[in-house]
T-cell receptor, first 115, second 109 residues
Framework: NAGVTQTPKFRVLKTGQSMTLLCAQD?????MYWYRQDPGMGLRLIHY???????AKGEVPDGYNVSRLKKQNFLLGLESAAPSQTSVYFC??????????????FGEGSRLTVL | GQNIDQPTEMTATEGAIVQINCTYQ??????LFWYQQHAGEAPTFLSY??LDGLEEKGRFSSFLSRSKGYSYLLLKELQMKDSASYLC??????????WGAGTKLIIKP
């Protein structure tokens, strides 16, 4: 049982390059999230999805795009990477938010460095 | 604005008890979560409180006072493997999680 899987685990980009982070979950969860984690700061929500074909902006969406074409996959794209996007990115999923404990299941994280 | 405050770092001794505090100011409240995160790893769920009082789960307990906007995580019989960051998060009225910056707990022999 893989849970939540993120690829790649590590990536170094040059400013202006583009890339896509892939998140896959095998728990049939409806909700999926992309967070970034920076030193001294709490997890910040970039984008999230409440179901296949839907996406919504979180707290820090600028410079990122997402897609949820299949229920099990949630892609995070950086069209033109900037040094400010150097961070650790976490994908998470949950069965639902309302009427539930809201527990999130996290992937192992993707460490992105933008030079 | 919404805010979660918790100490940046704490140190405790193996076998002892430690209490990690969390205070919050959020737009509405739909529950408070504690997560554990070992260095270089993903956060993992520890506890969920939505009503006032103490929830006990083995060596870990979590307390909530909604009127005071306050929670704590109590870790008993500390083990070296408890060295980690502990993240406090509150679900607001829009069912969005607001995260604290985390408390790094260092356990000394």
């Amino acid at each position: 049982n893989a849970g939540v899987t993120q690829t790649p685990k590590f990536r170094v980009l040059k400013t202006g390059q583009s890339m896509t982070l892939l998140c896959a979950q095998d728990m049939n969860h409806e909700y999926m999230y992309w967070y970034r984690q920076d030193p001294g700061m709490g997890l910040r929500l970039i984008h999230y999805s409440v179901g296949e074909g839907t996406t919504a902006k979180g707290e820090v969406p600028d410079g990122y795009n997402v897609s949820r074409l299949k229920k099990q996959n949630f892609l995070l794209g950086l069209e033109s990477a900037a040094p400010s996007q150097t961070s650790v990115y976490f994908c998470a999923s949950s069965p639902q938010q309302r009427y539930h404990t809201g527990e999130l299941f996290f992937g192992e994280g993707s460490r992105l460095t933008v030079l | 604005g919404q805010n979660i405050d918790q100490p940046t770092e704490m140190t405790a001794t193996e076998g002892a008890i430690v209490q990690i505090n969390c205070t919050y100011q959020t737009s509405g409240f739909n529950g408070l979560f504690w997560y554990q995160q070992h260095a270089g790893e993903a956060p993992t769920f520890l506890s969920y409180n939505v009503l006032d009082g103490l929830e006990e789960k083995g060596r870990f307990s979590s307390f909530l006072s909604r009127s005071k906007g306050y929670s704590y995580l109590l870790l008993k019989e500390l083990q070296m493997k408890d060295s980690a960051s502990y993240l406090c998060a509150v679900m607001d009225s829009n069912y969005q999680l607001i995260w604290g910056a985390g408390t790094k707990l260092i356990i000394k022999p």
